[in-house]
T-cell receptor, first 112, second 117 residues
Framework: GQNIDQPTEMTATEGAIVQINCTYQTSGFNGLFWYQQHAGEAPTFLSYNVLDGLEEKGRFSSFLSRSKGYSYLLLKELQMKDSASYLC?????????????FGAGTRLFVKA | SAVISQKPSRDICQRGTSLTIQCQVDSQVTMMFWYRQQPGQSLTLIATANQGSEATYESGFVIDKFPISRPNLTFSTLTVSNLSPEDSSIYLC??????????????FGPGTRLLVL
């Protein structure tokens, strides 16, 4: 089956660095996404990893280890506006084609 | 990137009635999806809306309860039929755009908040 685990909530201080972890189990891994979702709004795309390693994009970086079924999203120089839910999502290939499965999300609270 | 709008943004419905949600994309997209999200929960895929053919439903979701239309490459509707309080949720339309980078990126509409009394 498919399973995605990420912490429910995290709190960090403005200006600090926070790492949000995600572990997954899937039979036909074909890439991992991170999405940001502010309360009451649609999820928006942050990053995509399909190969092992670190992808950096401004203040946000995402890491993937396929052998460990593990990813993290690293947010640097935290700002108050980064308070949101961060969804880990795995693209899975099965007999029916490709499907993107979402984790429950990690709610990040950034405090002054 | 594709911009997706949904109507209505929210509604309150009586049990036993139906609600049809419209999803409009500002460009032609290859694939459209419908998700459900309970407050504080993950997105659950209901079905993939296929242009010109029947939608492909995920386990636990059936066409009689969630009929879907996709008459062209920019528009889809989801109907939630025979409403019960358990159907109270946020329903999100999503699309994949062949021109996106990466191409697997999904764009989401703002969601439709449904409350069933």
């Amino acid at each position: 089956g498919q399973n995605i685990d990420q912490p429910t909530e995290m709190t960090a201080t403005e200006g600090a660095i926070v790492q949000i972890n995600c572990t997954y189990q899937t039979s036909g891994f074909n890439g991992l996404f991170w999405y940001q979702q502010h309360a009451g709004e649609a999820p928006t795309f942050l990053s995509y990893n399909v190969l092992d390693g670190l992808e950096e994009k401004g203040r946000f970086s995402s890491f993937l280890s396929r052998s460990k079924g593990y990813s993290y999203l690293l947010l640097k120089e935290l700002q108050m506006k980064d308070s949101a839910s961060y969804l880990c999502a795995v693209r899975d290939r099965n007999t029916g084609g490709f499907k993107t499965i979402f984790g429950a999300g990690t709610r990040l609270f950034v405090k002054a | 990137s594709a911009v997706i709008s949904q109507k209505p943004s929210r509604d309150i419905c009586q049990r036993g009635t139906s609600l049809t949600i419209q999803c409009q994309v500002d460009s032609q997209v290859t694939m459209m999806f419908w998700y459900r999200q309970q407050p504080g929960q993950s997105l659950t895929l209901i079905a993939t809306a296929n242009q010109g053919s029947e939608a492909t439903y995920e386990s636990g979701f059936v066409i009689d309860k969630f009929p879907i239309s996709r008459p062209n490459l920019t528009f889809s509707t989801l109907t939630v039929s025979n409403l019960s309080p358990e159907d109270s949720s946020i329903y999100l339309c999503s699309a994949r755009d062949r021109g996106a980078k990466p191409v697997e990126t999904q764009y989401f509409g703002p969601g439709t908040r449904l409350l069933v009394l």
